[in-house]
T-cell receptor, first 115, second 109 residues
Framework: ETGVTQTPRHLVMGMTNKKSLKCEQH?????MYWYKQSAKKPLELMFV???????ENNSVPSRFSPECPNSSHLFLHLHTLQPEDSALYLC??????????????FGPGTRLLVL | GQNIDQPTEMTATEGAIVQINCTYQ??????LFWYQQHAGEAPTFLSY????GLEEKGRFSSFLSRSKGYSYLLLKELQMKDSASYLC??????????FGAGTTVTVRA
């Protein structure tokens, strides 16, 4: 257990569906991240939030929409996805940004399959 | 862009030692991390190096040479549970991590 939980763990959706991924951290951290992990490829940073404010959008298509209502919760809203979006989506959190305490702790991920 | 290279796969015998190399070319450098990821699970933090030299944590050690853009993770007294993917990641600024594709280590009896 890393203190970061994600639901659902597995998700199958059609290209016309709308779904949401949820992440919750119990570590008292202020920064949260979404990553995409495709097979045999490096983790790709998607979004970063610090104190609920988005600080990074790494050229992610608009069919992915993040939401951070508070420092403990992070959502990724999905709509009209493509089959190539099938991947493991990982959430992470860290104490802060830019203070030297940025070791990131990851959740178990949501395995997404788009049909 | 950032370039993090590590071998794709390694195989070793239980009780042996394995060294996973990582080379990097990044626009900046503010620390190097190693993570372990078992299949279907979260990456878990193993080690952090920001200064040159060796950091030892039990059976795992990590080394960094900033001038060479090089790090390695050393796994000693290998156990079956060490079979996993090992991710090298470089922080090039305040917080952004650039990851390698991971090295899958298989430990055989």
């Amino acid at each position: 257990e890393t203190g970061v939980t994600q639901t659902p763990r597995h998700l199958v959706m059609g290209m016309t569906n709308k779904k949401s991924l949820k992440c919750e951290q119990h570590l008292g951290h202020n920064a949260m991240y979404w990553y995409k992990q495709s097979a045999k490829k490096p983790l790709e940073l998607m979004f970063v939030y610090n104190f609920k404010e988005q600080t990074e959008n790494n050229s992610v298509p608009s069919r992915f929409s993040p939401e951070c209502p508070n420092s403990s919760h992070l959502f990724l809203h999905l709509h009209t996805l493509q089959p190539e979006d099938s991947a493991l989506y990982l959430c992470a959190s860290s104490q802060d940004l830019g203070t030297g305490e940025e070791t990131q702790y990851f959740g178990p991920g949501t395995r997404l399959l788009v049909l | 862009g950032q370039n993090i290279d590590q071998p794709t796969e390694m195989t070793a015998t239980e009780g042996a030692i394995v060294q996973i190399n990582c080379t990097y070319q990044t626009s900046g450098f503010n620390g190097l991390f190693w993570y372990q990821q078992h299949a279907g699970e979260a990456p878990t933090f193993l080690s952090y190096n920001v200064l040159d030299g060796l950091e030892e944590k039990g059976r795992f050690s990590s080394f960094l040479s900033r001038s060479k853009g090089y790090s390695y993770l050393l796994l000693k007294e290998l156990q079956m549970k060490d079979s996993a993917s090992y991710l090298c990641a470089v922080r090039d600024g305040d917080y952004k991590l650039s990851f390698g594709a991971g090295t899958t280590v298989t430990v055989r009896a």
